[in-house]
């Protein structure tokens, strides 16, 4: 085990080379990083691995239509596959089927930006203040699956069909499921500090995660308010269903469809089927569904 992560650090420490190369005087050094209680043991290294291997594996593939060149595109798919490699068998060596869906799910760079933002100490990042990231890369307003608990010993494992408790705190303007326009209220600062910046540009990138294919429908719940909805991303799909209130407390409730397996990302839309950054509320959280 301890050869294959030694493989694994190798092959990431060629893909930031390569990258660097590609990138010349527009990359940004090695930052500070924070991992929290992640690392506090052999087991959570290994998962934390999972998480960042299957997360990469994400962008990779949501950056892929923002590239222009064939040169680019190769060098892109060919870390891609890679980064797939080392999350099937991270995977399989926690006890998890590595083989769980039949295509990978992408992300855009909002998405992927607010679920590694929180490990990253971007003041301590070397030539970021000569090389500034893109004006608009705020993350969204976190999203926290309150329960259930965890499944198989681990903190993002949970079984297929489960009902999830969710918090957040990303409010949208309205109950409209087309305004565009995320919270402009002071408590969601997690999207933005700048009042002008509430609604997130309109852009190539905006709907880069939810492409492939179309999203689909869950059934509805009568009880459900219309205005928020989660989104499921799993297998290329995007399945939408109603959140219920909790009756006690400001949290909000949804049964996980059935059909997840592997990894999924969960976000929270004014949307019943199209997610987008524009009308996106909190998240991504990512769960495993087995």
Known sequence: MYEHLQSIASQES???KALKKALGDHAVSACEYDFGGSLNSAEDFVYTSL???TVGASTYLGATSLLSTPELIEASGSILVNEARH???LSESLGLNGYSTSFETALNYKQAWTLAHSMI???KCDGVKNKPLPDDLHPFAGLTIVKPEASKGFPFVVSKGSTLVLQFSGLPVSND???AAVSNDANDAAVSNDANDAAVPNDANDDSAAKAPKGKMAPKSKMAPKEYYAAFLNN???TYVPLEPVKSGANW???APKNLRGPTYIMVTTSENSLSNN????GPAIKFFY
């Open 236 to 238: 290329g799909v995007t």
């Open 253 to 255: 409730q949804v049964q």
């Open 14 to 16: 060629d893909h930031v």
């Open 51 to 53: 998480i960042l291997e």
């Open 279 to 282: 009308n996106t509320v909190a």
């Open 121 to 123: 100490k971007i003041d």
């Open 87 to 89: 999350g099937t068998f």
């Open 177 to 179: 499921a087309n305004d």
